[in-house]
């Protein structure tokens, strides 16, 4: 069983960075694929970025290319989302998502993932 933690969400004004991290109950090289995943009232679950095993092949959504960076701490046993340029529309609850099994083209998929944290609130205004 694994266990994921988020924290770092909060409130910023358009324009901020904020940095999420996920702590993980494992060895973080046990885990194959991880990603981050948000969700607002108005949209499904939707993919952020992921990152495969060891801190390999991180992907993105469209939407943050560039903005938005993906990796891992192995010391640490986290795995983090540095947020820049933030914009309102990357609003929403921030969901840390860990597979046992390499990543693949599923990576954007929420049911490719076998567990989940509770979420961090990320609230950006304009």
């Known amino acids: 069983q694994v266990q994921l933690e988020e924290s770092g969400g909060g409130s910023v004004q358009a324009g901020g960075s904020l940095r999420l991290s996920c702590s993980v109950s494992?060895?973080?090289?046990?885990?194959?694929?991880m990603g981050w995943f948000r969700q607002t009232p108005e949209k499904s679950r939707e993919a952020v970025a992921s990152?495969?095993?060891?801190?390999?092949?991180?992907k993105y959504t469209d939407s943050v290319k560039g903005r938005f960076t993906i990796s891992q701490d192995s010391a640490q046993n986290t795995l983090s989302l540095q947020m820049n340029s933030l914009r309102s529309e990357d609003t929403g609850i921030y969901y840390c998502?860990?597979?046992?099994?390499?990543?693949?083209?599923?990576?954007?998929?929420?049911?490719?993932?076998?567990?989940w944290g509770q979420g961090t609130q990320v609230a950006v205004s304009s």
């Open positions: 998502a860990a597979h046992t099994d390499w990543c693949n083209d599923n990576w954007s998929s929420s049911n490719y993932y076998h567990y």
């Open positions: 494992i060895r973080i090289d046990r885990i194959y694929c």
């Open positions: 990152i495969g095993h060891r801190g390999l092949s991180p």
